[in-house]
């Protein structure tokens, strides 16, 4: 004799195979709140309904059941024509997804389908498994622009890459996120070009967050030859550039740098000049004390501060 759960399970199930959408839709909700594993099946099934509406009910009850048997349905629906179910499955197996399913996800990545490959690509970050290494270098010559993008991005989370020669080129691709995102993995990667990559990009690039972001690499690289490059870039016309570039200089203090340090205390910004009054501590150089004095005054409260942490710093290291 079926049990209540049994009836009322096959009662939705029925309605499922409904010609009204109404009809699916209340049993796709009615299996959401049921919120059992016996509800797995049947909710695999409306994924694949004509409807969106019931294919996003399904993606959610999966989510919150967290059954892994529903991995490699809700792969399929990352290849979804309606943005809405691809972001929610997205979320979901971005919970679901574990070192298990690697071969799997790299299986996913044959089929020609950008939107699957795009999020299967995102999928391969979480895992972090550096047998995806091949098929991620594979769409560094992809003809979409979304999908080299998303593979350089996805390298930057890869265990154990260090070097990765097909990686560079990136940095001059055609595409502005392309190039964002390259100047953003070679912060994470060892080749032995990519510090003047990284400074060609800082100062020639059209785009101020390639500009930006090739900053932000530097400072990990910390590296002292980009200083003939770093102090053209602080005069550069984005603030955002300015102010990475002098976080990168409070790692590389330059004694050479000292004027056009001060001069950063006077930029428009208070960001910039909060860097700035940082940069200059850590130059720990006498003569910066004048400018710092000054800053003391500074209209934004966050300057003084560090001016005054840096007035401390330079007479502990001069004393």
């Known amino acids: 004799m079926l049990t209540d759960t049994n009836l009322e399970l096959n009662q939705w199930l029925e309605m499922l195979q409904s010609v009204n959408e109404g009809d699916r839709l209340v049993a796709v909700k009615s299996l959401q709140h049921l919120g059992e594993d016996t509800t797995v099946d049947a909710l695999i099934i409306a994924l694949e309904d004509e409807s969106t509406a019931v294919q996003k009910i399904a993606v959610s009850a999966l989510w919150e059941i967290a059954n892994p048997q529903a991995v490699p349905a809700l792969l399929k629906t990352l290849a979804s024509p309606d943005i809405e179910v691809r972001t929610e499955a997205l979320s979901a197996l971005g919970e679901l997804v574990t070192t298990d399913h690697v071969l799997l996800l790299l299986d996913a990545l044959h089929q020609e389908n950008i939107n699957l490959q795009i999020n299967i690509l995102i999928l391969l970050r979480k895992i972090h498994d550096i047998q995806s290494l091949p098929a991620v270098l594979s769409f560094f010559d992809s003809k979409y622009p979304e999908l080299r993008e998303a593979a350089i991005t996805t390298l930057r989370y890869l265990n154990q890459v260090q070097i990765c020669p097909p990686a560079l080129s990136l940095i001059n691709d055609s595409d502005d996120n392309v190039r964002r995102a390259t100047a953003l993995t070679l912060g994470h990667l060892a080749d032995q070009e990519i510090v003047d990559l990284l400074t060609k990009a800082l100062i020639s690039d059209i785009d101020w967050q390639v500009r930006r972001n090739a900053a932000k ?34 790692k590389t203090p330059h004694i050479e740098l000292l ?51 840096a007035i401390k710093k330079i007479h502990n290291l001069v004393s």
């Open 259 to 309: 004027s056009a340090l001060i001069e950063t205390l006077t930029d428009e910004y208070s960001d910039v000049r909060k860097e700035g009054a940082i940069a200059l501590g850590n130059l720990g150089i006498f003569d910066a004390l004048n400018a710092l004095q000054q800053a003391l005054d500074d209209p934004d409260r966050d300057v003084c501060i560090y001016a005054e942490k």
């Open 217 to 250: 690499s530097l400072a990990i690289h910390a590296n002292s030859a980009a200083i003939p490059a770093l102090k053209i870039a602080l005069k550069d016309e984005h603030w955002q550039v300015r102010k990475f570039v002098l976080q990168v200089l409070q």
